[in-house]
């Protein structure tokens, strides 16, 4: 989902400047995502558990002996779609959930059009009571998280760039919130001038049109229509 925007035109030379400074950019955060991951993997890397329960009718339908039988790293998102949706709702439990959540974050950032959305994945977070979890393991979903926001602001802008701009850096701001993360430090990214088109669009789209889960963050909400209004953090 993304809006249109008018761009200027470049000369040639200078596009494709741009564009290496753009590709090596991107590079470098999808880089820091996938060591922020590697670090999740090791700091959650316990055994399958042997079972998932849940309600019987709910269990039926959402294939969670998949889940348990296929290495984790092979986990596609359609197959743990209907486990994100359900857990702690009519399905799983912390024990499971901390087993598949490496594979969740790791498909949620470069699987998206096969995982559910930041602001449910990471609104599981809050139901998992991870706040009582041990510091370091807080300090490397936050820091997952932070490399996430970079890579989808990122992509926001390369969208920018080529006329239309996108909104994944207000998913995972989103979902962020719902986790009960403080977000001082993405809205002073977000105010950043670089990040100027990214930050125009959600200013025109708010508050109607920004998305439908901040709801259900409105703590987040608040610190966010801040910015949005006076145009910087």
Not at 87 to 104: A, M, S
Not at 154 to 173: I, N, P, Q, R, Y
Not at 208 to 221: T, V
């Amino acid at each position: 989902m993304g809006h249109f925007v008018s761009t200027a035109v470049q000369p040639p030379l200078l596009t494709e400047f741009l564009s290496k400074m753009t590709d090596a950019a991107s590079s470098q955060v999808s880089r820091r995502v996938r060591e922020a991951l590697t670090t999740v993997y090791h700091t959650f890397n316990v055994p399958a558990p042997s079972i998932i329960e849940g309600c019987p009718c709910c269990i039926s339908t959402r294939n969670t002996d998949v889940l348990l039988t296929t290495p984790l790293r092979e986990i596609t998102g359609q197959a743990l779609w209907r486990y994100v949706s359900g857990v702690f709702l009519t399905i799983g439990d912390e024990k499971d959930f901390r087993y598949l959540l490496p594979r969740i974050l790791e498909v949620s950032a470069f699987d998206p059009e096969n995982a559910n959305n930041p602001e449910i994945a990471l609104g599981k977070l809050s139901l998992a009571g991870w706040r009582s979890w041990l510091p370091q393991e807080q300090r490397v979903i936050e820091q997952f998280v932070d490399a996430w926001f970079e890579q989808a602001l990122a992509s926001d802008l390369a969208d920018a760039d080529e006329g239309w701009v996108g909104e994944k850096a207000e998913s995972v701001l989103c979902g962020a919130a719902r986790a009960g993360m403080a977000l001082d430090h993405w809205l002073i990214r977000l105010s950043a001038p670089a990040a100027a088109p990214v930050l125009a669009d959600m200013q025109r789209r708010y508050p109607r049109e920004l998305s439908s889960f901040w709801d259900y963050a409105p703590s987040g909400l608040q610190q966010l229509s801040t910015i949005l209004i006076r145009g910087t953090a």
